[in-house]
T-cell receptor, first 115, second 114 residues
Framework: DAMVIQNPRYQVTQFGKPVTLSCSQT?????MYWYQQKSSQAPKLLFH???????NEADTPDNFQSRRPNTSFCFLDIRSPGLGDAAMYLC??????????????FGDGTRLSIL | AQTVTQSQPEMSVQEAETVTLSCTYD???????LFWYKQPPSRQMILVIR??????QNATENRFSVNFQKAAKSFSLKISDSQLGDAAMYFC???????????FGKGTLLTVNP
């Protein structure tokens, strides 16, 4: 089945140690998103790609970076994780143009813990 | 800027009963889409139902239906014949026709009691 796959499901890292989360999709969608979700809160958009065009949210810390080497893969890099970065990180994809009203498709998420 | 408000942080319903989750939104756009997403504990967020603003007819998907009141900017979700598997966090979300982003409400945690 076509889907959005996030690896790993759980990630533990040390305070200040860089970490990379990955997302792949078999939907061939041109838009990919990264969200941060803390407990019992709505997802917070960090950035998104439209094809290779990167769009950063104004309040996304510089500590968060992203790469999209091709249509299928997208990575979230956290350069120096702090305790406040412990959260669920969600990847999502969407097809077609801005006016299509197409829904976003979410992966299972990666739960990041900081020691 | 668009905003989405879910005024019920938590709701509960008895199995087989009907429950309605509320959502209001604010926008100056005329072309937009509204969504309800379901997120079970530690599981994937999935789409429940979608409504196009230009359609007057309320969307339905099996036991799930919406009451879309465009003038009042209201978009409530009705779940009929509630099942234990309906227990989840439900997010109302808005997508303006001119961008790729979703604006989420804060969510409503639904508990289904056996």
């Amino acid at each position: 089945d076509a889907m959005v796959i996030q690896n790993p499901r759980y990630q533990v890292t040390q305070f200040g140690k860089p970490v990379t989360l990955s997302c792949s999709q078999t939907l061939n969608h041109n838009v990919m998103y990264w969200y941060q979700q803390k407990s019992s809160q709505a997802p917070k958009l960090l950035f998104h790609y439209y094809d290779k065009d990167f769009n950063n949210e104004a309040d996304t810390p510089d500590n968060f970076q992203s790469r999209r080497p091709n249509t299928s893969f997208c990575f979230l890099d956290i350069r120096s994780p702090g305790l406040g970065d412990a959260a669920m990180y969600l990847c999502a994809t969407r097809s077609q143009g801005a006016n299509s009203g197409e829904p976003q498709h979410f992966g299972d998420g990666t739960r990041l813990s900081i020691l | 800027a668009q905003t989405v408000t879910q005024s019920q942080p938590e709701m509960s319903v008895q199995e087989a009963e009907t429950v309605t989750l509320s959502c209001t939104y604010d926008t100056s756009e005329s072309d937009y889409y509204l969504f309800w997403y379901k997120q079970p504990p530690s599981r994937q967020m999935i789409l429940v139902i979608r409504q196009e603003a230009y359609k007057q007819q309320n969307a339905t998907e099996n036991r799930f239906s919406v009451n879309f009141q465009k003038a009042a900017k209201s978009f409530s979700l009705k779940i009929s014949d509630s099942q234990l598997g309906d227990a989840a966090m439900y997010f109302c979300a808005y997508n303006g026709g001119s961008n790729y982003k979703l604006t989420f409400g804060k969510g409503t945690l639904l508990t289904v009691n056996p």
